[in-house]
């Protein structure tokens, strides 16, 4: 089985805004975080995104606390590690700073800004809504960091637009080896649709990389649909709690283990760390 059969799969493991109200086994800690890291790991995935948390569960952006996070998984596993950059109503200075000192071997680089929110059919409101702001000069001022240290950028597109975005970059010369995630079912972005991710995953540029993020239990169709169309898949407790509808996964193990159960019913196989690396052309750490 060649490269071209094989499939990256990524496990998101806390996010930024669920807690353990929600899901009691959302991460915290750096040693918690790290401890599903082995796991994910264990499970299949070769890659893990992450936020960082203080150890109350709030967002955190320190480096000290990336720094113990990156630390305490490279002593349980070899794992990729790929950092966010994502915030609301942080300075982009903060949102950069662990990359530039820590240089993981991947960084979320979101491609424009949106409304980003949940809605709630029953209450018929939105239970949060706030804009997410990714203006061109921020996305360029990241872009240099990671260029200068040798850090992939994950091109994180939540809409067509942003998609589109990444064409002037490429001309530009300043977005040369980056990979694409195609983020849906947010609220003012993609609809998770199968015919939504078809669509978008051919634009994405010829011998680009690209993966689908389905937000709730809508990301296991778009995992299947991801899988035939010869894509990579993410998944994990920042994106989805669920297994089925009315079974919350214990931790990120068990939806990496679905995960694979998924990509070898359709004849692929996941790739391992060292093959993860040769697809998404990142260094070792």
Not at 101 to 106: F, Q
Not at 152 to 163: I, Q, S, V, W, Y
């Amino acid at each position: 089985m060649g490269l071209e059969d094989k499939v990256v799969i990524t496990a998101a493991l806390t996010g930024v805004a669920a807690n353990r109200a929600q899901c009691h086994w959302i991460p915290y800690t750096p040693q918690e975080i790290a401890d599903e890291a082995l796991a994910a790991y264990n499970a299949g995935a070769s890659v893990v995104h992450i936020h960082a948390r203080e150890n109350d569960g709030g967002p955190s952006w320190r480096v000290e606390v990336f720094r113990e996070i990156m630390q305490e998984i490279r002593k349980r596993c070899p794992i990729i590690i790929n950092f966010s950059t994502g915030a609301v109503f942080v300075e982009r200075d903060a949102r950069i700073a662990h990359i530039r000192e820590l240089k993981p071997e991947i960084a979320a680089l979101n491609m424009g800004t949106m409304n980003y929110a949940k809605y709630s059919p029953k209450r018929k409101d939105f239970v949060f809504s706030v804009v997410f702001h990714n203006p061109f000069d921020d996305i360029m001022f990241f872009l240099d960091t990671m260029n200068k240290n040798g850090i992939k950028p994950e091109c994180e597109c939540f809409d067509l637009g942003h998609l589109e975005s990444i064409f002037p970059l490429m001309d530009m010369g300043i977005l040369k080896n980056f990979q694409v995630s195609l983020i849906m079912g947010v609220v003012g972005g993609m609809a998770a649709t199968a015919r939504n991710l078809a669509h978008v995953a051919g634009l994405v540029p010829p011998g680009v990389a690209w993966e689908v993020i389905g937000i709730s239990q809508e990301q296991w169709l778009l995992v299947a649909a991801a899988l035939a169309l010869g894509g990579n898949i993410r998944v994990g407790l920042e994106d989805n709690f669920y297994l089925a509808p009315g079974n919350m996964a214990q931790g990120n193990g068990p939806l990496v283990e679905k995960a694979v159960r998924m990509t070898r019913d359709v004849g692929r196989e996941p790739a391992t760390v060292e093959e993860a690396r040769r697809i998404l052309a990142v260094r070792s750490p």
